[in-house]
């Protein structure tokens, strides 16, 4: 079982930073992401391969930060979210921004969790059974903003 | 000083020289490969003062690269920058004869700081 406590504020906004720059603002956010749109659903395994940590995060953050990492242009990532995908061109931003994310989850901890997965969700599919989740919002300066959800299995 | 960058991802090599360039390295060069194949190549042709790698890649992983480079008796400076951050993967880098170990994501100290022992040079 994989214990380590979920990604505090700081250490959200940390990465994000590195990532993205240091104008992109993380906050804690009560809604946390709208499962009734299409989102994003990020998976995060131990070495038995359970899933043990999960990032939700709504379809526009998700094509906003996949597009600010390389500075695509916003409205190719507007014209994704609309379609609800993730842009062709933004996908292997996005998986590198959540294999990062990793790192959000083992911070100060000597057991290993490996990103496993990204999956693009419909409001139908049935949501991660989080058992404890922390929810912030992430506002991207240029690009859609949106809400991100760090949950424990 | 020439810095080879190894990672599949364009975005994240993108990301890593701009860093070094925060990172106030002087006389920076920086060039590019995707994956190990390609960095052996790159090794060769620019003969680098240092390798920035990611562990996992395609085609050829970064441990397998600076396992082969330490076995064709080439000492360049090699340091990991990886997503990985578990002690037993830093113990193999380690032991395989890297320099250093950055987590991503990381900051322009932990650059300049890796490769101060080149810098001293």
Redesign the interface.
């Known amino acids: 079982m994989f214990s380590n406590p979920l990604p505090t504020l700081n250490t959200v906004e940390?990465?994000i930073?590195?990532?993205l720059g240091n104008q992109v603002e993380a906050r804690n956010s009560a809604p946390g992401p709208d499962l009734t749109k299409p989102h994003v659903v990020a998976s995060y395994v131990d070495d038995s391969n359970a899933v043990q940590r999960v990032l939700i995060c709504e379809l526009g953050l998700a094509n906003s930060m996949g597009a600010a990492?390389?500075m695509i242009p916003a409205g190719v990532a507007n014209d994704a979210t609309k379609a609800g995908v993730v842009a062709e061109n933004i996908a292997?931003?996005l998986g590198?921004v959540l294999?990062?994310c990793?790192?959000l989850f083992?911070e100060n901890s000597?057991?290993?969790l490996t990103?496993s997965n990204l999956k693009v969700c419909s409001p139908k599919d049935p949501a991660p059974a989080t058992k404890t989740s922390v929810k912030y919002a992430i506002d991207i300066p240029r690009y859609t903003s949106g809400n991100l959800l760090a949950g424990s299995l | 000083m020439k810095v080879l960058v190894v990672d599949d991802?364009?975005?994240?090599r993108?990301?890593i020289v701009r860093t070094l360039k925060q990172a106030g390295i002087s006389n920076l060069t920086t060039f590019e490969a995707g994956n190990g194949v390609e960095a052996l190549v790159a090794i060769a042709d620019h003969k680098p003062h240092a390798v920035l790698c990611d562990w996992n890649m395609p085609e050829m992983k970064g441990i397998e690269l600076l396992k082969k480079l330490r076995a064709d008796r080439n000492d360049i400076l090699f340091g990991f920058v990886t997503?990985e951050?578990?002690?037993?993967?830093k113990k193999e880098a380690l032991d395989a004869g890297a320099a250093f170990f950055i987590?991503?994501?990381?900051?322009p100290n932990a650059f300049e700081a890796a490769l101060t022992p080149v810098l001293a040079h």
């Open positions: 940390r990465l930073h590195c990532l990492m390389s292997s931003n590198e294999n990062i990793v790192n083992t000597t057991d290993r990103f | 991802s364009k975005a994240m993108m990301i997503s951050s578990s002690p037993e993967v987590v991503k994501p990381f900051t």
